[in-house]
């Protein structure tokens, strides 16, 4: 049983930086990989980085892809996302998810673990 906790959320105006942490429990950590996702009001939840459980790949959508960047300190138990050049449109609650030895597919949502989410506003 793994529990993830996000924080990092707030306020901001474009141009912006935020950095979103996703703090994991259990001491198997480094088994699963792991995704952040978000889902803006009335919209599906979408996709926005992934991070083997090494740490070697990373994965964006094309909408962050040079403004974000996905990180993960085994240590710690904790993975980040640093949001940079913050845009309206990146407004949504922000999700992170973890996979049990995900190697493959890492951008659909058939994660095995869910946070509880981090709101992101940003304002124009």
């Known amino acids: 049983q793994v529990q993830l906790v996000e924080s990092g959320g707030g306020l901001v105006q474009a141009g912006g930086s935020l950095r979103l942490s996703c703090a994991a429990t259990g001491r198997t950590f480094s088994t699963y990989a792991m995704g952040w996702f978000r889902q803006a009001p009335g919209k599906e939840r979408e996709f926005v980085a992934s991070i083997t459980r090494s740490g070697s790949t990373t994965n964006y959508v094309d909408s962050v892809k040079g403004r974000f960047i996905i990180s993960r300190d085994n240590a710690k138990n904790t993975v980040y996302l640093q949001m940079n050049s913050l845009k309206p449109e990146d407004t949504a609650v922000y999700y992170c998810?973890?996979?049990?030895?995900?190697?493959?597919?890492?951008?659909?949502?058939?994660?095995?673990?869910w946070g509880q989410g981090t709101q992101v506003t940003v304002s124009s």
């Open positions: 998810a973890a996979k049990y030895l995900g190697v493959r597919n890492l951008r659909n949502t058939n994660y095995d673990y």
